[in-house]
Antibody, heavy 124, light 107 residues
Framework: QVQLQESGPGLVKPSETLSLTCTVS????????WSWIRQPAGKGLEWIGR???????AYTPSLESRLTMSVDTSKKQFSLKLTSVTAADTAVYYC??????????????????WGHGTLVTVSS | DIQMTQSPSSLSASVGDRVTITCRAS??????LHWYQQKPGKTPKLLIY???SLQSGVPSRFSGSGSGTDFTLTISSLQPEDFVTYYC?????????FGQGTKVEIK
């Protein structure tokens, strides 16, 4: 059973950088895509971006200028850095596995495994 | 970006009712549409992928249909644990986008 665990500071000051890491266990990180999703309190889900185990990335346009994702397959971890944060970046951040291979070997994108989520508050 | 619009935003129903939630995409997304359930304070859970495929372990009272721009999630007989929030999500093109959510409440 694939398990994901987010880690990182729960409090970040405005204008500083939010950094989170997700550790994958119970399955391989290789050959899969991994995403970050966030959810402000009482609001809906927002996809932030994804990274493949090879390092290929795709980001949501509204955050792209502040966002960097990276992967370390030897540690089975992938990471998120969001610079110049404001209160609007306060949310629960989830790391998720972004898809899997179907019975024909095609990769299908959907979020099948989720971390428990970590609350990041931006405040001075 | 592809906009996903769910309707209704909330609904009231009773245990045993049949409920349908609709999700509309701003352009055709083939069948790259997925449904998630989120209980309060919990992580979202995948229910349906590829518009109509039931994720392993999900009760058969949940079903999905549709293609192109219009999709539905149906719960055939609401159970007490189903009174939570549901989201649709497209994976036709990045950025992946979600509907705003539908909250199912007890009447």
């Amino acid at each position: 059973q694939v398990q994901l665990q987010e880690s990182g500071p729960g409090l970040v000051k405005p204008s500083e950088t939010l950094s989170l890491t997700c550790t994958v266990s119970g399955g391989s990180i290789n050959s899969y895509y991994w995403s970050w999703i966030r959810q402000p309190a009482g609001k809906g889900l927002e996809w932030i971006g994804r990274i493949h185990s090879t390092g290929n990335t795709a980001y949501t346009p509204s955050l792209e200028s502040r966002l960097t994702m990276s992967v370390d397959t030897s540690k089975k971890q992938f990471s998120l850095k969001l610079t110049s944060v404001t209160a609007a970046d306060t949310a629960v951040y989830y790391c998720v596995r972004d898809g899997t291979y179907d019975s024909s070997g095609y990769y299908r994108f959907y979020f099948d495994y989720w971390g428990h989520g970590t609350l990041v508050t931006v405040s001075s | 970006d592809i906009q996903m619009t769910q309707s209704p935003s909330s609904l009231s129903a009773s245990v045993g009712d049949r409920v349908t939630i609709t999700c509309r995409a701003s352009q055709s997304i083939n069948r790259f549409l997925h449904w998630y359930q989120q209980k309060p304070g919990k992580t979202p859970k995948l229910l349906i992928y590829g518009a109509s495929s039931l994720q392993s372990g999900v009760p058969s009272r949940f079903s999905g249909s549709g293609s192109g721009t219009d999709f539905t999630l149906t719960i055939s007989s609401l159970q007490p644990e189903d009174f939570v929030t549901y989201y649709c999500q497209q994976s036709y093109s990045t950025p992946w986008t979600f509907g705003q959510g539908t909250k199912v409440e007890i009447k």
